[in-house]
């Protein structure tokens, strides 16, 4: 079955630095992954996806990598803030006809100011 | 444009007893998706509905059930609750039934059953 792991449950950083969060995923037939932002009390907010066809999409501040030959997938936030502390997740579906998202346990982002 | 509320925020239930939580769609979305958050954890895909119809299920047992009505609002119904149902259940919705399309996600219900 698929599964989505982290490799690290928490990151501390200095306010200022880059962040890089990372993640594995399993199943080979996953063609679409996300990034959700989930800070304390709320639900998870979209940061950005990337579709297996690429291989990097950048966005505000952040930037998306998919390694398909190693199943990996990293989120880099640029110029980390106090804001960015929350818990990070990666998800990924399968296009096909897959309806439904399957998220790793997520990493812990710490930013210290 | 308002988003996907949900109610109630915080509920306490006991064992066997039922729950019914509820979802109000973002405007302009026709797909609500509901996940199970247990502390720790990533949401887990209990089952979308699109078009007021079960459009895919996750591994969650018929206990789950859930509705969709014709103003895209939906209900997640857990009957004869145990204790791990306790956890925060997320109401997503979208224009993209496939998965695709970017979820947006309510605050969640917390659910704890004693």
């Known amino acids: 079955g698929e599964s989505v792991g982290l490799h690290l449950p928490t990151l501390s950083v200095q306010e200022g630095d880059n962040s890089i969060i990372n993640c594995a995923y399993s199943?080979?037939?996953?063609?679409?992954f996300i990034w959700y932002k989930q800070e304390s009390g709320k639900g998870p907010q979209f940061i950005i996806d990337i579709r297996s066809n690429m291989d990097k999409r950048q966005g505000q501040r952040v930037t998306v990598l998919l390694n398909k030959t190693v199943k990996h997938l990293s989120l880099q936030i640029a110029a980390t803030q106090p804001g960015d502390s929350a818990v990070y997740f990666c998800?990924?579906?399968?296009?096909?006809?897959?309806?439904?998202?399957?998220f790793g346990t997520g990493t812990r982002l710490t930013v210290i100011p | 444009e308002t988003g996907v509320t949900q109610s109630p925020t915080h509920l306490i239930k006991t064992r066997g007893q039922q729950v019914t939580l509820r979802c109000s769609s973002q405007?302009?979305?026709?797909?609500v998706s509901w996940y199970q958050q247990a502390l720790g954890q990533g949401p887990q895909f209990i089952f979308q509905y699109y078009r007021e119809e079960e459009n895919g299920r996750g591994n969650f047992p018929p206990r789950f059930s859930g509705l969709q009505f014709p103003n895209y609002s939906s209900e997640l119904n857990v009957n004869a609750l145990e204790l791990d149902d306790s956890a925060l259940y997320l109401c997503a919705s979208s224009w993209d039934r496939k998965g695709t399309g970017e979820l947006f996600f309510g605050e969640g219900s917390r659910l704890t059953v004693l």
């Open positions: 405007s302009g979305h026709n797909t």
């Open positions: 199943n080979s037939a996953s063609d679409y």
């Open positions: 998800a990924e579906t399968d296009q096909t006809g897959a309806n439904n998202l399957f």
